[in-house]
Structure formats: structure tokens, C-alpha cells
């Protein structure tokens, strides 16, 4: 397993929830990296990403409230996420990638279930 994610469950809507990923491998710390997530009937949309250049990015709809970060030491992301709502329910996806010249190269972890109740 090349991207191993850790944390999810269930909380309250204006909980708090942490999601911890691992890149298996120093080469990951060339990749960006950073947090996807689908919710059902719904395409897959960027949360939060933290670029190996330091730049972080995130989706409209979790600024102010999502935090990403990243340590290039233990190769680990980690998606700090606070004011949780109902509507942040779905299957959290730990994602890098690396732009080569021939192409981009992906990484996808596993998946974990964020349930935020109302």
C-alpha cells in the first residue's frame, strides 16, 4: 500500500475530525499531496492540497474551516477538519502526484468514511 489513511467515523455537525496519511516511501516527499473526497451522487472534488513546493490550496468550501498539512520527515499529510457539517459527509481519499514530462503520476489511498450527522 503506497498511501495509507488513518481517521474517520462519525460526528456531530460542528465536531472536529483529524485524517492522517503516510506515503509509503521518501520519494513521496517530491509528490503533492493532499485530501479528495466523494460523497455519494457526487464526482470526486479536491478538499485540500499540500504541494511539495509549500504551496496549499483548498476547495472553497472547507476554507476557514479545514486545515492541511504536511511532514516531509514522517511523509505524512494530515487533514485537520473543524465546523464539520452534514454536507462534508463522504469517502475521504488520500491522493499525491507527481508531474513528470511524459506525465502525471498518481497515487490514491484507500478511502475513509467521514459520517457528520445533524
Known amino acids: 500500500v503506497q498511501l495509507q489513511a488513518s481517521g474517520g467515523g462519525l460526528v456531530q455537525a460542528g465536531g472536529s475530525m483529524r485524517l492522517s496519511c503516510a506515503g509509503a516511501g521518501s520519494s513521496f516527499r517530491r509528490y503533492d499531496m493532499g485530501w479528495y473526497r466523494q460523497a455519494p451522487g457526487k464526482q470526486r472534488e479536491l478538499v485540500a492540497m499540500?504541494?511539495?513546493?509549500?504551496?496549499?490550496t483548498y476547495a472553497e468550501a472547507v476554507k476557514g474551516r479545514f486545515t492541511v498539512s504536511r511532514d516531509n520527515a514522517t511523509i505524512t499529510v494530515q487533514l485537520e477538519m473543524s465546523g464539520l457539517r452534514p454536507d462534508d459527509t463522504a469517502v475521504y481519499l488520500c491522493?499525491?502526484?507527481?508531474?513528470?514530462?511524459?506525465?502525471?503520476?498518481?497515487?490514491w489511498g484507500l478511502g475513509t468514511q467521514v459520517t457528520v450527522s445533524s
Open positions: 499540500a504541494s511539495a513546493d509549500g504551496t496549499i
Open positions: 491522493h499525491a502526484r507527481r508531474i513528470y514530462a511524459w506525465g502525471p503520476d498518481d497515487y
